[in-house]
T-cell receptor, first 112, second 113 residues
Framework: GQQVMQIPQYQHVQEGEDFTTYCNSS?????IQWYKQRPGGHPVFLIQ?????EVKKQKRLTFQFGEAKKNSSLHITATQTTDVGTYFC????????????FGQGTTLQVKP | DADVTQTPRNRITKTGKRIMLECSQT?????MYWYRQDPGLGLRLIYY???????NKGEISDGYSVSRQAQAKFSLSLESAIPNQTALYFC????????????FGPGTRLTVL
């Protein structure tokens, strides 16, 4: 079954509001990657976190990796209509030999 | 030109038909993957290959087969398509490190009637 859980599944926000999606793994992850899929498009890599407790920022996007390396979050400040899409987290399990495990994704809708 | 191409981009077929989806890449990466995307289920791994002679099952390989004809080509076959295989299929590639990002193709939308 799915080993990386992502919540919420859907989120509707008013433009300018903040947005957060959470990713939780049942096992320790070697790293966490975040991807964005625009409507009708394909997933595109955003960023990777490797270290315990790591925080990275890309403009209005803030990515965190938990201290236990089992959870991660993506926070968008002051959403814009260009943020619309589905955000996926994905991680390599420490004991895994080759498979990147994807979360179910969070679909963000932004109302102008 | 795109790094990863998929053909066809859209396909409608009937139950019981054999279907092949093709993936080609120009980045020279060794690792290739086939994923299936369904609403609410995210991206689920069907098969993956680390080089030409290596094929591995993913989490949902039943009903599917693959062929890695060359480093740059990885094909997915549905031997006898069924309606619950209607989905969006993505091919992806990556380098050999777990730190490498995956590059996705544009996807193939398959409908099985």
């Amino acid at each position: 079954g799915q080993q990386v859980m992502q919540i919420p599944q859907y989120q509707h926000v008013q433009e300018g509001e903040d947005f957060t999606t959470y990713c939780n793994s049942s096992t320790t992850l070697s790293n966490i990657q975040w991807y964005k899929q625009r409507p009708g498009g394909h997933p595109v890599f955003l960023i990777q976190l490797v270290k315990s407790g790591e925080v990275k920022k890309q403009k209005r996007l803030t990515f965190q990796f938990g201290e236990a390396k089992k959870n991660s979050s993506l926070h968008i400040t002051a959403t814009q209509t260009t943020d619309v899409g589905t955000y996926f987290c994905a991680g390599w399990r420490s004991s895994n030999t080759g498979k990147l495990i994807f979360g179910q994704g969070t679909t963000l809708q932004v109302k102008p | 030109d795109a790094d990863v191409t998929q053909t066809p981009r859209n396909r409608i077929t009937k139950t019981g038909k054999r279907i092949m989806l093709e993936c080609s890449q120009t980045k020279g990466h060794d690792r290739m993957y086939w994923y299936r995307q369904d609403p609410g289920l995210g991206l689920r791994l069907i098969y993956y290959s680390f080089d030409v002679k290596d094929i591995n099952k993913g989490e949902i390989s039943d009903g599917y087969s693959v062929s890695r004809q060359a480093q740059a080509k990885f094909s997915l076959s549905l031997e006898s398509a069924i309606p619950n295989q209607t989905a969006l299929y993505f091919c992806a590639i990556s380098g050999t490190s777990f730190l490498d990002e995956q590059f996705f193709g544009p996807g193939t939308r398959l409908t099985v009637l």
